[in-house]
């Protein structure tokens, strides 16, 4: 998964973007998230350091080449069952019924 990580920008390097692409929304609360500036895109920031070379990118988080990596497929298959539990949860507390006229 390592090396899929660190080869990804080698492999995609179109897929990578810059920082002078991208702007950080603040309507979190808690944090900001990275956006493509020309499609208001999610982006995801990956940050490896291995064998003591740092590999640091952003890409869409619909990328092609994210979506069908290695890394994605594990990271993706470790969350989705937290996404799915909490997905559950909030619907339990959900009130039931029509909504008011």
């Known amino acids: ?3 899929d990580a660190v080869n990804l920008p080698i492999r995609f390097p179109k897929e990578c973007l810059s920082t002078d692409e991208l702007w950080a929304d603040s309507s979190e609360p808690a ?3 990275t956006r493509d500036k020309a499609s208001d895109t ?3 920031t990956i940050d490896v350091w291995e064998r ?4 640091y990118y952003r890409m869409r988080e619909n990328s ?4 069908e990596s290695e890394l994605y497929r594990i ?3 470790l969350i989705q069952p937290h996404l799915v539990e909490a997905s559950a949860v909030q619907s339990s507390s959900r009130p039931k019924g029509h909504l008011p006229n």
């Open 31 to 33: 944090n900001s998230i």
């Open 52 to 55: 003591g070379q740092r590999s």
């Open 64 to 67: 092609p080449a994210l979506i």
């Open 75 to 77: 990271i993706n298959s």
């Open 42 to 44: 999610l982006c995801l």
């Open 1 to 3: 998964m390592l090396n």
